[in-house]
């Protein structure tokens, strides 16, 4: 079995964003992230630890300017909290291993998958094809990505 965690040599590697957004709480801007609009077969791990967050079948084009997912892969590699910032009352989520954080989740997605939209940085994440996961340790993950 695979493990996951935080390292001084994985947050050594991140981009600026990447470091502002995964381990300051900060958010990308509407539009820009790179996964918004990728919609190739695969999974999306914590930039930070690797750990398998969310996959392809599960993305939807919600418009709110986010790679926006029905839910996590491995609920348990997902900490949600209680966010009071910028005057709202939202919940935050965060990698449990990698504690990075990756964005919140709404009560306002697709009702026939659950009703949640798991709004996420693509700063956050690092996108792992379909074709790469056996070879990149995240096989038992292959029955939860369609083929398009």
Same mark, same amino acid.
């Given at each position: 079995?695979?493990?996951?965690?935080?390292?001084?040599?994985?947050?050594?590697n991140?981009?600026?964003?990447?470091?502002?957004?995964?381990?300051?709480?900060?958010?990308?801007?509407?539009?820009?992230?790179?996964? %918004?609009?990728?919609?190739? @077969?695969?999974?999306?791990v &914590?930039?930070?630890?690797?750990?398998?967050?969310?996959? !392809?079948?599960?993305?939807?084009?919600?418009?709110?300017?986010?790679?926006?997912?029905?839910?996590p892969?491995?609920?348990?590699?997902?900490?949600?909290?209680r966010?009071?910032?910028?005057?709202?009352?939202?919940?935050?989520?965060?990698?449990?291993?990698?504690?990075?954080? %990756?964005g919140?989740?709404? @009560?306002?997605?697709?009702? &026939?998958?659950?009703?949640?939209?798991?709004?996420?940085? !693509?700063?956050?994440?690092?996108?792992?094809?379909?074709?790469?996961?056996?070879?990149?340790?995240?096989?038992?993950?292959?029955?939860q990505?369609?083929?398009?």
């Amino acid at each position: 079995m695979k493990t996951y965690k935080k390292s001084d040599t994985a947050i050594a590697n991140l981009t600026p964003e990447q470091r502002r957004v995964t381990q300051h709480g900060g958010t990308e801007h509407s539009g820009t992230g790179a996964y %918004l609009h990728n919609d190739e @077969p695969g999974i999306y791990v &914590d930039i930070v630890s690797g750990e398998p967050l969310f996959a !392809s079948s599960d993305k939807f084009e919600s418009g709110c300017g986010w790679p926006s997912f029905t839910k996590p892969i491995v609920p348990a590699h997902i900490n949600e909290l209680r966010d009071t910032s910028h005057g709202m009352i939202r919940t935050e989520v965060r990698s449990v291993h990698g504690d990075s954080h %990756l964005g919140h989740v709404f @009560p306002d997605g697709p009702q &026939d998958r659950g009703g949640l939209r798991y709004c996420i940085n !693509s700063a956050s994440l690092r996108f792992i094809h379909r074709d790469d996961m056996e070879a990149e340790g995240y096989g038992e993950y292959l029955n939860q990505v369609e083929d398009k």
